[in-house]
């Protein structure tokens, strides 16, 4: 198996314990880029939305070599468990997986220098950032179909889990 070193290349921070974050769908943050990396946000500046790619850097060992799940955040909004199924980490955004990076999709408050307020960050404060990139147009799914199961728990809750 191959290695590959990953950088972080910036930081996020937020003003809320881990508790909060993991209950917000609105929270606000700020992604600090490293000063080294700050000529890589160059007319970063009328984009709504970015895609933010971070490690997950609470995932213990034991929990990057967790395969299947059921989605606790599902069953903490009192999903009934008959309802919530086992389902592999690749079917789901569970933090524990293999490689724990995170994909959120975030709103651009605003930019200052190297710093970028967003709205919609789903990540602990001091989580590294790996990447930063543009949500543009053309990644937007038209069409999209997801699993039975996927489907009874939106139908449950009334909204995306």
Not at 26 to 39: K, R
Not at 69 to 92: D, M, N, S, T, Y
Not at 124 to 144: A, C, Q, S, W
């Amino acid at each position: 198996m191959n290695s590959y070193q990953i950088y972080p290349i910036g930081v996020v921070h937020v003003n809320v314990g881990d508790e909060v974050v993991r209950f917000s769908e609105n929270l606000e943050g700020v992604i600090e880029v490293f000063e080294e990396f700050s000529e890589a946000l160059y007319n970063i500046e009328g984009f709504s939305h970015l895609i933010l790619l971070t490690f997950l850097h609470k995932v213990n060992l034991s929990g990057r070599k967790v395969l299947k799940v059921r989605i606790r955040r599902v069953l903490e909004k009192g999903v009934p468990e008959e309802i919530v199924p086992q389902v592999g980490v690749f079917a789901c955004d569970s933090p524990n997986r293999p490689n724990p990076i995170g994909v959120s999709i975030v709103e651009v408050l605003k930019v200052e220098g190297r710093f970028i307020y967003v709205r919609g960050v789903d990540v602990f404060d001091g989580t590294p950032v790996i990447d930063i990139k543009p949500y543009t147009p053309y990644r937007r799914v038209e069409k999209l179909t997801v699993p039975n199961w996927f489907s009874n728990i939106v139908k449950y809750i009334g909204h995306e889990p």
